[in-house]
């Protein structure tokens, strides 16, 4: 059984006590602290911290299958939209005769679509745990019935690069259509309650956002537990030489078909803590654009690390906050302007790059011993020191 110091190491914990102090002390200083102080944490800022700690999550997911299978996705994006529209449907199926046209049973838009009964999928989401396995389900099975034809048929590199964002284009094209029954362009909006409790109320965004933190947590455990295994092992030796690793008795297929379902559900659980809290989701959460974006999050915190791809998703979307309100016209060419620069100079990532420095400050610092004459020595592996010639 992996020990536990095994299973997260330094940065793991350090990750984790942010994550979980974070879960606390920002809910806490919204509702307990008055708005004068300079500790008090905004209104607005809550469900907005909140986003990029969904996005953090989504982060992980693609982490966990680029960085330690080799599969560069370009289409998770569909499994993070899949999970928020399956919690969409449940905030929907919640507003009752509170709507616009207030009928008790079918959305707004079906009703201004003449729509005269609800559509057998969306039939179960008035109910929250129905929704919620949902969420699990539905970027799950198309993970799982996608991941079975590519990777039986062999399909890497490149080529599965690009299925995967023809896959996330076509969702775009589907859900586009009125006819699809989930609010077409425009998507689904105007929530009112989650569990009884109202969406727009300071409580609620506190108890999301730190629900957000929680998940980010477990998700990281998730994935440190993953890659730590015996299972992990084998995924990164798929990653550097998937033919040797195949030729050697691994049915390489299985063990990709795993880890790129359980990534596929953790998106969709990173789409369905997003939803709540930025009050929409719509069809161009399916854009390959966003997909591509969440890859420049991984590899400008750090391919490989999980705690890096978390933390790029933070520095990157916080940039695209401050870029796009003082000079919005220039984010895409800042963005590429990032991504590019990483890659020629820091192409480990932030946090890679600050482990490498770290771990070779720290060998240097005890590669030498003094001894008791008062000598400064090298030291051997064993950390004795090197006899004078």
Request: proline share 5%; net charge positive.
């Amino acid at each position: 059984m992996t020990s536990p110091r095994l299973l997260l190491g330094r940065t793991g914990y350090v990750f984790l006590a942010i994550v979980l102090a974070v879960a606390v002390l920002v809910p806490l200083s919204n509702l307990a602290l008055p708005a004068g102080s300079p500790l008090h944490v905004p209104d607005y800022l809550v469900p907005l911290l909140g986003k990029y700690l969904c996005y953090a999550l989504l982060a992980l997911s693609v982490d966990l299958v680029w960085g330690y299978a080799g599969i560069l996705s370009l289409g998770h994006g569909a499994f993070f939209a899949l999970g928020g529209y399956a919690m969409g449907m449940y905030l929907m199926r919640q507003i009752g005769t509170r709507g616009v046209y207030a009928h008790p049973t079918l959305p707004d838009f079906m009703v201004f679509l003449n729509w005269k009964e609800l559509p057998w999928y969306w039939w179960g989401f008035e109910h929250f745990p129905f929704a919620a396995l949902m969420v699990l389900l539905a970027p799950g099975l198309l993970a799982l019935v996608f991941g079975w034809f590519a990777f039986r048929s062999r399909v890497t590199g490149v080529y599965l690069s690009i299925i995967t964002q023809a896959m996330t284009y076509a969702l775009l094209l589907a859900f586009f259509r009125n006819d699809m029954g989930f609010g077409g362009n425009n998507g689904l909006t105007d929530f009112k309650d989650i569990l009884g409790a109202p969406v727009q109320a300071q409580t609620t965004r506190a108890a999301l956002f730190a629900l957000s933190a929680l998940a980010l947590a477990g998700g990281f455990l998730l994935c440190r537990f993953i890659v730590t295994s015996k299972l992990g092992k084998v995924l990164v030796a798929i990653r550097d030489a998937e033919s040797r690793t195949r030729f050697i008795g691994y049915r390489v297929e299985n063990y990709k078909l795993f880890v790129w379902t359980v990534s596929a559900m953790l998106a969709g659980v990173a789409g369905a803590l997003y939803v709540p809290q930025v009050g929409i989701i719509n069809p161009s959460e399916f854009a390959p654009a966003n997909s591509i974006e969440t890859v420049i999050w991984v590899a400008v915190g750090g391919r490989g690390t999980l705690a890096g791809a978390a933390l790029g998703a933070l520095v990157v979307n916080a940039g695209k906050t401050w870029f796009t309100g003082m000079l919005p016209e220039l984010w895409l060419f800042a963005l590429g302007a990032l991504f590019v620069l990483v890659t020629l100079f820091l192409p480990k990532g932030i946090l890679g790059t600050f482990t490498e420095w770290w771990t070779g400050r720290r060998r240097a610092a005890v590669a030498e011993i003094e001894d008791e004459d008062g000598v400064v020595r090298p030291v051997d592996a064993r950390g004795a020191p090197v006899p004078a010639e």
